[in-house]
């Protein structure tokens, strides 16, 4: 096996498909007429038979309608296609909120609990002097008004609840973020609280 047949092995390996045979997806490569929902199947092309047989992973796609007929675009990138989340996939990733939509909820939750008081609630190193913030963590900041053990109280569910000895998980909440409606577990690791004088 020549060095260049080999480095074509692990391209291909690499590239090999990913995606099951009926997988549903969008298209949206060359084939214009064909743009829109689809399935795919492993492309049976000259080509890519010829590849198979010797022995090289499958690396196109070969594009069907959403109930199995074929479209004769065949040879499709990886790339032209985007795989459409099942709904089992779906909910589990609407179980996690993400740190962005927990810290919205908690602006909120803190506004409500304490009327009048200004808070800065962030999320994540957005400038340079903020990089020792953790992707998964939140700061919020405040002066005057209520003392830190106060606004503990409100932040720490979000964190565990601690209703009995076996459930240390945050609670549930739900929050809208860009007009859209999420619920599900807060996704933030740590709470920092930040008091300053009035």
Not at 42 to 52: L, Y
Not at 53 to 81: F, K, N, W
């Amino acid at each position: 096996m020549t060095s260049a047949t080999a480095r074509r092995r692990l391209a291909t390996a690499y590239l090999a498909l990913r995606l099951t045979p009926g997988a549903k997806v969008r298209y949206v490569g060359t084939a214009t007429h064909a743009h829109g929902p689809a399935t795919v199947q492993p492309c049976s092309c000259g080509i890519c038979a010829a590849d198979v047989l010797l022995g090289i992973p499958a690396t196109r796609y070969e594009l069907r309608t959403t109930d199995g007929r074929p479209t004769g675009v065949s040879h499709v990138r990886h790339t032209s296609v985007i795989p459409e989340p099942t709904e089992e996939e779906r909910n589990h990733a609407a179980v996690h909120l993400s740190t962005k939509a927990t810290a919205v909820y908690l602006r909120q939750l803190l506004r409500r609990t304490f009327p009048g008081v200004k808070f800065s609630v962030r999320c994540g190193p957005k400038r340079a002097k903020e990089r020792y913030l953790e992707r998964y963590e939140i700061t919020v900041t405040w002066s005057g008004g209520p003392n830190r053990t106060a606004v503990a109280t409100v932040t720490a569910p979000l964190l565990a609840s601690y209703r009995s000895p076996e459930e240390c998980r945050p609670a549930w909440v739900s929050v809208t973020v860009d007009g859209r409606r999420h619920y599900g577990e807060p996704g933030v690791l740590a709470i920092h609280l930040n008091r300053t004088a009035a």
